[in-house]
């Protein structure tokens, strides 16, 4: 295994303060109160960098989608901190979009009108995000979709249409929550190739939740592998991958190296 495609580190992070896009601090989460609270995550420490690809990895049940979720402020923080580069999170907020396995569409609405709805909400001038709007359908590949209905879609696409929606907030954070589990195995292939590329036209900070080895590999610069629960993160990892569109990163060697090295800590994990 060689030390240039894996770094691994039991501390949470080894990203330097000035570089510092998300901080998560102390962090522990309930659920429930009294003596049948249920202990999810606890004393969770992370740093993510501006522009990184950063994956929760665990096994099922470890609170990488309640880590997500807190990050996002969609559950209230109960202990410990969580920082961007706008503050404290205490709340949502359109510096952090998400994206859901579900899709989320709004099935009334045409593919073009769930991009533009953000936007709408938010005040953006029509001529605008009209502009927004057809940039990101083309960044998408659907722009000749634009005017379809999301049950008109291919499950792909409609993901595809609700990666569209979220970056149309221009949020510097996409958090996503297993976004592409309900998909085949072919057009999860081909989505996790459009996400890099987006990913890397765009420089926002990705945060994403999988349970899939060979997913983190491929997607993320850092893999943080968490603990079953109560949910801490027991290392992370670095990956130094050629990702470019058509590289042959699946068949090399050191991939299939990292993938097994992962497998075990997963492995280990889900016994604990």
């Not at 330097?16 to 009294?34: D, E, Y």
């Not at 992370?46 to 997500?68: N, Q, R, V, Y």
């Not at 359109?94 to 396995?101: K, L």
């Not at 190296?257 to 800590?265: D, G, N, P, W, Y």
Request: with cysteine; aromatic share 6%; net charge positive.
């Amino acid at each position: 295994m060689t030390a240039q495609t894996i770094r691994e580190t039991s501390q949470a992070s080894r990203v330097g303060p000035a570089t510092v896009g998300i901080s998560v601090n102390g962090l522990t989460h309930r659920f429930g109160a009294g003596r049948q609270a249920t202990l999810a995550l606890q004393n969770v420490q992370l740093d993510i960098a501006p522009g990184e690809f950063h994956c929760l990895l665990g096994p099922s049940g470890c609170g990488k989608s309640t880590l997500l979720y807190l990050i996002g402020g969609f559950i209230p923080v109960q202990e410990g901190t969580i920082r961007t580069a706008r503050g404290a999170v205490t709340r949502p907020g359109v510096d952090r979009g998400i994206v859901f396995q579900n899709f989320a569409l709004f099935p009334w609405k045409t593919v073009r009108q769930n991009v533009l709805y953000g936007m709408e909400n938010l005040g953006v001038a029509k001529a605008e995000r009209e502009a927004r709007a057809a940039d990101l359908l083309a960044m998408v590949k659907l722009e000749k979709f634009a005017n379809h209905y999301p049950s008109q879609l291919s499950g792909g696409m409609q993901q595809r249409a609700a990666i569209a929606r979220t970056l149309a907030i221009e949020p510097d954070i996409l958090l996503m929550d297993e976004p592409f589990g309900a998909l085949d195995a072919q057009t999860r292939s081909v989505m996790q190739e459009e996400l890099i590329s987006i990913w890397q036209r765009t420089g926002k900070i990705i945060v994403f939740v999988t349970h899939d080895v060979q997913e983190a590999v491929l997607l993320g610069d850092r893999i943080s592998v968490m603990s079953a629960r109560p949910g801490r993160i027991e290392t992370i990892v670095s990956c130094d991958f050629n990702r470019e569109k058509g590289s042959p990163v699946r068949r090399a060697g050191e991939f299939a190296e990292q993938v097994q090295h992962l497998s075990a800590l997963m492995h280990q994990q889900a016994l604990t």
